[in-house]
């Protein structure tokens, strides 16, 4: 994990203009290693405790990670092998001013590379309705070709939820793997 520690120090400091962005408000919720179902479950209850229920953006705050955050838990190519092949990976959630942004960092292989790239590009260059449209199209699609494989929309919902484009870099270590982080930011109003 040594690798990865260096490559997500690079990323969580730096958005994609490379502007710091250590000057947040408050860093409301960082965790870095193995994740599963529980655990995502236990860090959204924690995440929810942190947030300002009185704004109409908590729901969509919490939602979003746990979504990104499950993420991790079924496709990081970063495995804990002494625990229960459990995935591993970094989640961070930021506020400042008036936004929340929320971040996930973990490691994909380079056959997942491609199909992420292509993802993020094809959401961010959809609007609202047309998300809406592909994201039906996928869970048909899911329902046709196997429903324990997922329908795969999970970043497509994020981007509806955020009403925001998704802000992701990969970075390639080496032959077999890559570091993916993608962001989100989330109004507060």
């Given at each position: 994990?040594p690798?990865?520690?260096?490559?997500?120090?690079l990323y969580?400091?730096?958005?994609?203009?490379?502007?710091?962005?250590?000057?947040?408000?408050?860093?409301?919720?960082y965790y870095?290693?193995t994740?599963?179902?529980?655990?995502?479950g236990s860090?959204?209850?924690?995440l929810?405790?942190?947030?300002?229920?009185?704004?109409?953006?908590?729901?969509?705050?919490?939602?979003i990670?746990t979504?990104?955050?499950q993420?991790?838990?079924?496709?990081?190519?970063?495995?804990?092998?002494?625990?229960?092949?459990?995935?591993?990976?970094?989640?961070?959630?930021?506020e400042?001013?008036?936004?929340?942004?929320?971040?996930?960092?973990n490691?994909?292989t380079?056959?997942?590379?491609?199909?992420?790239?292509?993802?993020?590009?094809e959401i961010?260059?959809l609007?609202?309705?047309?998300?809406r449209?592909f994201?039906?199209q996928?869970?048909?699609?899911?329902?046709?070709?196997?429903r324990?494989?997922?329908?795969?929309i999970?970043?497509?919902q994020?981007?509806?939820?955020?009403?925001?484009?998704?802000d992701?870099?990969?970075?390639p270590?080496?032959?077999?793997?890559a570091?993916?982080?993608v962001?989100?930011?989330?109004?507060?109003?």
């Amino acid at each position: 994990m040594p690798v990865m520690n260096n490559a997500i120090h690079l990323y969580i400091t730096r958005n994609k203009d490379n502007k710091d962005t250590r000057n947040c408000e408050k860093i409301l919720l960082y965790y870095q290693g193995t994740l599963n179902n529980a655990l995502v479950g236990s860090l959204t209850q924690y995440l929810r405790k942190k947030l300002d229920r009185s704004k109409p953006s908590h729901w969509k705050v919490h939602t979003i990670f746990t979504e990104m955050a499950q993420n991790i838990a079924l496709y990081s190519a970063d495995r804990a092998i002494f625990d229960k092949n459990e995935a591993i990976g970094l989640v961070l959630v930021k506020e400042y001013k008036d936004t929340y942004e929320i971040t996930t960092t973990n490691l994909v292989t380079q056959q997942q590379v491609y199909l992420l790239k292509t993802r993020c590009e094809e959401i961010n260059n959809l609007n609202t309705e047309e998300l809406r449209k592909f994201k039906n199209q996928l869970l048909e699609k899911s329902t046709e070709i196997n429903r324990k494989a997922g329908a795969n929309i999970g970043l497509v919902q994020v981007a509806l939820i955020a009403k925001n484009k998704l802000d992701y870099h990969i970075l390639p270590l080496d032959t077999e793997r890559a570091v993916f982080q993608v962001s989100v930011s989330v109004a507060k109003s």
